[in-house]
């Protein structure tokens, strides 16, 4: 392990990861669900059982490690802010929630260890996601950092892809519930959430931490790839993502 991984799991035991700015951060629980149940036979039984599932899918938020909302609006999310700071997708889509006026910014990745650059891509910084389309992806086990650059820059947000056996086991389980669910003539959107809820599930345990954390990058990732997604699916993911950043609401203190 190099001197740099060290330092960077040391601040895991004192603090979130690398904050946007100077601004307070918000924390939520997680609502845990049931295990994934693929069992339906016909789109007619896939539609019935299915409504629950979007129930709780829709309705989980993330314990969140580093959400929060400067004053320009802007809110970084994924990947390395939600939960925990591993991710298994080797190209990942970076996500953020913005308010403001559209901009002109450049995300820029570059490697934990060396600092040194390894992609850039201008953006508008209102289109909310950027996907990472290097011809080579990222590295099994590795740590690296993305960065929001424009007038006023973000500081880096750090993560790190899964070692290769366990992004290999996570492979093959989602294969098989895609498999399963395309043989049950399920469509794009049930599968996504499926997928997306196989990883909110999923645990993932930390170098210098207890416990367990759930991969919601990942999760968030998977439902924002949905092509030509349905009205209401749109308007659910917009709203899903978002709320990632929107404080919850102070439980009304119970009277005697």
Not at 38 to 55: D, M, V
Not at 199 to 227: P, R
């Amino acid at each position: 392990m190099s001197s740099n991984q060290r330092r960077f799991y040391k601040t895991l035991l004192s603090s979130s990861l690398l904050p946007l700015m100077t601004v307070t951060t918000i924390s939520l629980g997680i609502n845990h669900t049931s295990a994934l149940n693929i069992s339906a036979k016909t789109p007619q039984l896939i539609s019935q059982n299915f409504t629950g599932f979007i129930a709780s899918f829709w309705e989980r938020r993330p314990r969140r490690r580093n959400i929060s909302r400067t004053s320009a609006g802007f809110c970084a999310i994924a990947p390395g802010l939600v939960d925990t700071y591993k991710i298994w997708h080797k190209k990942p889509v970076f996500l953020w929630n913005y308010q403001g006026k559209p901009e002109q910014m450049q995300l820029v990745v570059r490697d934990y260890d060396t600092q040194a650059i390894i992609w850039k891509q201008d953006v508008d910084i209102s289109a909310q996601k950027l996907a990472y389309t290097a011809p080579q992806p990222l590295e099994a086990g590795k740590l690296y950092q993305w960065q929001l650059v424009g007038k006023t820059s973000s500081n880096w947000f750090t993560f790190q892809i899964l070692p290769h056996q366990e992004r290999q086991k996570i492979s093959t389980e989602l294969q098989a519930i895609e498999q399963k669910l395309k043989g049950d003539r399920a469509s794009a959107e049930v599968i996504a959430q499926k997928k997306a809820e196989y990883f909110l599930n999923y645990q993932i345990q930390h170098q210098t931490e207890t416990g367990t954390f759930n991969a919601w990058s990942d999760a968030l990732q998977i439902i924002s790839e949905v092509e030509n997604p349905s009205p209401a699916f749109l308007q659910k993911r917009e709203e899903f993502v978002a709320s990632v950043c929107t404080p919850s609401q102070p439980t009304a203190r119970r009277r005697n």
